[in-house]
């Protein structure tokens, strides 16, 4: 069954539950087609039995009559004559009328059970049940009571069997017309279930183009709608979507590695080649080694940088978070940094209040670092770096402000790209992964990084995040025995 299409089981299932529903509608409607019948055949016996009391007459002579002529039957009773008009019959839709004496003697009709029910006494306008050779038969009285019909009574007789003979033709036409209905059925949902597959069939093969041929741009069409296909092939495209941008990253990112590393790893073959051509004296050993050394370490930098980013993003769960207060975090790393003096920039920094993140101290750390780095890197000779931290209604906001040589519009957007930089001529002690790693902290800790610049000005980066709920810091407390 595994092996079948989808369209196939899709009609079978729906032919099955059909002919579940057909069965239980045909039992329910013969069961309740039998009971109306016999209302309608008990009805009927009532309807004739009445109708033929309006059809006896009493004369007391009957000498204005021709009796050549008349149609009517005439019959002597009770010192005078009973007219049966000609529309009394026999038998009406197998009911069955017959005319009797108060002492039960058939004087006009017929009766099928007459002898099987001799001793059945009359019962006025009451329906009474007699079971005859294992039939079972409806027999309705009506005593007439117009003047001269004293004594006499109408009794009319039905057989159940009327009604199953009109149950047997309900069944005959059903069990002709239910197959059927079933079979136009099967065909019909056979043809919608393969319209109805028809766009999951266009996503299946989209799919296996994109697969086979190696195209990522592709996309499944599968026309206009908003059904639940459509919102599937609109996932499939946003994943497809995804999978391109990351495999262009990816790309782009190997393509950038391997040119970063291409140049110390070049320059330390080159050094070592030289050195071994010829002889050299200590001080050109010495020379060339601390070459290699430096430009090994900034290979080993860039490696590092390029793990930890890896880290970040394919394994967060590495870095365990706890309520980290910003204020402390913000003092350390920016004292340690006001050390530097590099360029004669001066680091000033403040906090307002005692503002704190759930999140991990180090990467905290290495965000802010990053950001201080960067602004050194581009900062003037005797220039400044501000370093601000405030809060305000659960929003924590940390910016790092400078007045170097800023960033050019149709820049800003690119420089949190991994290896990006902006002004190639100081690029010479960063790997350009510092903004990068910068902004995947940011979003690791669910907030974000924005620039301000202006070329030649100065530019400001903001990170903001929301801030920790006062009942995380107290469960971060009691975690920690404090």
Known sequence: MRSWSIRFRITLWFTVALLAVVFVTYFIVLSVNRQVIQKIIRDNLIETVESNVDEIEFYNNIDHVDLHTETDFFLAFGGGYLEIDDDFLDEVNEVYTALYDTQATLLYGENPVARQVAGLGFADSKIQRVTVNRTLY?????KLTLEGLQGLWLRGVVSEQQGMVQMSDVTHLSLLLLPVL????????????????????????????????????????????????????????AMFQRLEESFEAEHQFTSDASHELRTPVTVIISQCE????????????????????????KMS?????????????????????????????????????ALIQEKGITLAWESEGEPAIYGNRQLLSRLLANLISNAYRYGREGGHIWV????????????????????????????????????????????GLGLSMAYGIAHFHGGDITIESELGKGSTFTFTAS?????????????DGT
């Open 138 to 142: 409806y027999i309705f009285d009506r």
């Open 388 to 431: 601000r931290l405030s809060s305000e209604a659960g929003q924590i906001t940390l910016s790092v402000v400078d007045d170097g040589i800023g960033i050019a519009k149709d820049e800003q957007d690119k420089v949190f790209r991994r290896f990006y930089q902006a002004d190639k001529s100081h690029s010479g002690s960063g790997t």
């Open 467 to 479: 801030e920790a709920l006062p009942e995380e810091a107290g469960e971060e407390d009691a975690a």
């Open 182 to 237: 079933v079979l136009v059925s099967a065909v019909g949902g056979y043809l919608l279930a393969k319209r109805m597959l028809r766009p999951i069939q266009k996503i299946s093969a989209s799919a296996s183009q994109i697969v086979t041929g190696d195209d990522l741009k592709k996309r499944i069409e599968i026309g206009r709608g908003n059904d639940e296909l459509h919102q599937l092939a609109a996932s499939f495209n």
């Open 301 to 337: 930098k860039l490696i590092n940088d390029m793990l930890d980013f890896t880290r970040l993003e394919r394994r967060a769960d590495i870095y365990p978070c706890e309520t980290v207060g910003l204020a402390g975090l913000v003092g350390a790393v920016c004292e340690d940094f």
């Open 274 to 297: 030289l050195s071994l051509e010829k002889q050299q004296s200590v001080a050109e050993y010495e020379k060339a080694l601390r070459t290699i050394g430096r430009q090994g370490r």
